[in-house]
Nanobody, 121 residues
């Protein structure tokens, strides 16, 4: 049974930090690219950060570059999102995604249930 379980969300003041974790099970974690998405009320889900299967490459949304860092520990089947200098506009539900693109076949993708991040004074 595939599971992606996010944790670490909560309420934080502007300028504060949070570290999200996503623990994976039920699939070969090291084969999958991992990403964090977020969805604010009334907005579409957007990509925040992504990391390749081996962790060698990352990419970030322009809005979080220099503030957020994605990392993964393949030995622990976990991906992290360190969020610093948080702003009210970072308020959203944050989702973990696992994706694998086998050659010539459809992308295999799994989603977590989401964790709420609220940035407010």
């Amino acid at each position: 049974q595939v599971q992606l379980v996010e944790s670490g969300g909560g309420l934080v003041q502007p300028g504060g930090s949070l570290r999200l974790s996503c623990a994976a099970s039920g699939f070969t974690f090291s084969m999958y690219a991992m990403s964090w998405y977020r969805q604010a009320p009334g907005k579409e889900r957007e990509l925040v950060a992504a990391v390749t299967s081996a962790g060698g490459r990352t990419k970030y949304a322009d809005s979080v570059k220099g503030r957020f860092t994605i990392s993964r520990d393949n030995a622990k089947n976990t991906v992290y999102l360190q969020m610093n200098s948080l702003k009210p506009e970072d308020t959203a539900v944050y989702y973990c995604n696992a994706a694998w693109s086998p050659a010539g076949k459809e992308v295999v993708s799994y989603w977590g249930q989401g964790t709420q991040v609220t940035v407010s004074s």
